[in-house]
C-alpha cells in the first residue's frame, strides 16, 4: 500500500471516527459539541473523499444515512426470537390484576420491581449489529417473518452505525421503536399542506409510511427516530441482572433510550408512574398511546415465560384512544369574538381522548375541501390532552352517493352580515363588527380602550359583565346605560361611586376627535396611523362612508386591502345603523381644517417609539408626531426614519443601532418637536 494510500485510509476512518461521535453527541445525547456548519464540512469532505475512492465506502459509513437506490421490493427476514406483542390493561383494576398473576406465579408475596417506560407510538424494529458494525434492520413484521428495511434503518440519525465503548458483543440484536417527533410531524404536514399533497393523520403513520419507502432517499428525509427497549440474540456478552441495567448498557454502546424511563415497586408504583407520565404526555416530544411494565429481574422473567404470543413479565398500560371513527351528522358554521367563520361537523357521539365527543373543528374552508369531508362521512376523529378535538381524514370509501360539497355561508349566520374571504386568506368573515353579536364584546372593549374612545373605568371585565346581563347590546347601548343606573348598581363590585365614574367617563368620551373615532371602530387594518389618514383625507365620516376604493386608494397608507376593508365596513346597513346611532348619542369631534405644508413638517417621514417617557406617555408621543404629518409604526425597518428610546427600549433601539438609523433619546426627540 502507497503512502498516498495509507493517507486516505487514516483520514477516511478519522473523519468516519469523527462524525459519528458528533452523530452521538446531537442525536443521542442531544449535546451538541460543535456548530451544524463544522458537522456538514466534515460530511462533505468524507462524502468526497468516498466519491473519488469507492473502495474505501463502508457500510458503517456516516455518509450511507442519506439514502441510496430505490429498491423493487423488501426482502424477508425471520427473527431468530420471535418480537412478541404485549397483553394490554385498561384501568387500574386491571393492573392489579397483572400484579396479582405475577405474584401467584412466582409463589411469593414480595414486592416485585418493574421497569416502566414509555408506550412510544410508533413502529416496532430490529438492529442487527456484528462485532459492533449494523449489518441488518428488520420490522417486526408479524413477530416471526418481518421486512428487511437495513437501507432506511441507516438514515434514521440516532441509530448508530458502529457501536462504541468496551466488551461490544460479537453479535448483537437491538429491538425498539421507530417514531416521528411531533415537531417534524407538523413541519412535514405543514410542507404537504402548501403543496396541497395529501397530509399524513398522525405520528405514526407518518413514521411507518416513512420506515417502508421503498426509496430510502425518501425515508432519509422524513427524520426519523428511534429508542431501544430490548435486547434479543446475544453472542459473545453476558447479560446484566436487571433490564434496567441492561438498558443503561446500550446506551453505553451509543444506542439511544428514552429518557423518561424509570424503575418502580409494585402496583401502585406503576400507576403512579402511569399518571405522572400521564400529565407530561402533552408536554412529550414524541407521542405515546401508554405504558409498558416489565418485571426488572431477568431470572424471574424466565421463571414467568411466555403465554400464546405475549410474555407474562410485561404489559402494556393504555391511554384512552386518542383517534376514533365515526359519523359526521351535520356541518354548521360558527362565529368567533374576531368575525372569523369557522366550521364545526357535528357528530355521531364517539369516546375518544377520555371523553365523549359529539362536535370536532374542520378549521376553515381550506381545510373541508382538502379532505373533502362532507355530512354523511365517515371520519377519523382525534383528540389529545385538552385540545379541541378534530377532524383529521374521511375514511375513504364510506360515502353515500347523495352527498355534496360544503359550502360556505354568504352571510353570517349570527347577524346576517356579508361574510368576505379574501383571496390570499384561508379564513372567512362576517363583516357585521359593530352589529353582529358574536364579536359585541370584543367590539366593545376596543372602542373603550384608550387609544380609541377611552372610556375610563370601562374594563374587559365590566364589558364582560355588561354584555352578560343584558344591558347593552351593541356599541352605541354604552350611551343609553345613564338610563340604567339601578340595574348597574345591582352587579357585583359597582357601588355608587363606580357607577358615578363610568356616567362621567362616557359622557366625557363624547368629545373626541375624528381619527380616534374611526379607529374605535375597529375596522380590519385599520390601526392609528390609518385612522388619521383617512380623516384628515375626507375631514368627515359621511364622505368617509360614502367613499369607493379608487377614491381611499389615493390616500397615502392605504392599499388595496386597507380600501376594500373600509368599502366592505361601511356597505353593511347595520354598520352604518351603528355608527349613525353614536352620532345621534352625542358624539363629536372638533371639525378638522386642512393643515398647510408648513403645519405638517414630518410628511414623508417614519417614527418608531419605544421604551418608557418619563415626561409623557408613548401614546402621548405618537400623537405630537402624527400632528406634524410623521407615519408612526410598530416595528424598525430599513424605511425607519426615527426611533425614539425611552427608558428600558428593547431590541427595537438593537435592531434601529445594526441598521443606522437614527435614535433620538428623550430630550433630543422633545427639542426635535420644537
Known sequence: MTHKNTELLDRVAALTKQLNHHSQQYYVLDNPEIPDAEYDRLFRELQALES??????????????????????????????????????FNEKELQDFYKRVRDRLKTEDEIEFTAEPKLDGLA???????????????????????????????????????????????????????????????LNQKARENDEKTFVNPRNAAAGSLRQLDSKIAASRQLSMYCYAVGVVEGFEL?????????????????????????????????????IGKKRDSLSYDIDGVVYKVNDLKLQQQLGFVARSPRWATAHKFPAQEEMTTVNAIEFQVGR??????????????????????????????IRRMDVRVGDKVIVHRAGDVIPKVVSVVPGTRKENSVEVAIPVVCPVCGSDVVQEEDEAVARCSGGL?????????????????????DGLGDKLVEQLVDEKLIDHIDDLYQLKNKIDEISAMERMGKKSVDNLISSLEKSKLTTLPRFIFALGIREV???????????????????????????????VGPIVASRVVTFFNQSHNIEVVDKLIAAGIHWPAIEKKSEDELPLVGLSFVV?????????????????????????????????VVVGENPGSKATKAEELGIEILDEASFIEFIK
Not at 455518509?63 to 429498491?71: A, D, I, K, N, S
Not at 426482502?75 to 397483553?87: A, D, E, F, K, N
Open 52 to 89: 473519488e475512492n469507492p473502495e474505501l465506502k463502508k457500510v458503517d459509513s456516516p455518509t450511507q444515512r442519506v439514502g441510496g437506490t430505490p429498491l423493487d421490493a423488501f426482502t424477508q427476514v425471520t427473527h431468530r426470537i420471535p418480537m412478541l406483542s404485549l397483553s394490554n390493561v
Open 527 to 557: 390601526g392609528e396611523v390609518t385612522a388619521a389618514s383617512l380623516a384628515n383625507y375626507f375631514g368627515d365620516i359621511e364622505l368617509l362612508k360614502q367613499a369607493d376604493e379608487e377614491a381611499l386608494i389615493n390616500i397615502d397608507d
Open 240 to 276: 446484566h441482572a436487571t433490564h434496567s441495567e441492561m438498558l443503561k448498557q446500550l446506551g453505553q454502546w451509543g444506542l439511544p433510550l428514552c429518557p423518561d424511563v424509570d424503575v418502580v415497586q409494585s402496583a401502585s408504583g406503576c400507576q403512579k408512574f402511569y399518571e405522572k
Open 125 to 187: 424494529l430490529s438492529l442487527m449489529y456484528e462485532k459492533g458494525i449494523l449489518v441488518r434492520a428488520a420490522t417486526r413484521g408479524d413477530g416471526t417473518v418481518g421486512e428487511n428495511v437495513t437501507e432506511n434503518a441507516r438514515t434514521i440519525r440516532n441509530v448508530p452505525l458502529h457501536l462504541v465503548g468496551d466488551d461490544i458483543p460479537d453479535l448483537l440484536e437491538v429491538r425498539g421503536e421507530v417514531f416521528m417527533s411531533k415537531a417534524v410531524f407538523e413541519k
Open 435 to 455: 352589529y353582529c353579536h358574536a364579536q359585541r364584546k370584543e367590539g366593545i372593549k376596543h372602542f373603550a380602550s384608550r387609544r380609541a374612545m377611552d372610556i
Open 610 to 642: 419605544t421604551g418608557t417617557l418619563s415626561t409623557m406617555g408613548r401614546n402621548d408621543a405618537k400623537q405630537l408626531l402624527i400632528d406634524k404629518g410623521a407615519k408612526v409604526v410598530g416595528s424598525v425597518s430599513k424605511k425607519t426614519s426615527y
Open 338 to 367: 374576531t368575525g372569523a367563520i369557522t366550521p364545526v361537523a357535528r357528530l355521531e357521539p364517539v369516546f375518544v381522548g377520555g371523553v365523549t365527543v359529539s362536535n370536532a373543528t374542520l378549521h376553515n374552508m381550506d381545510e
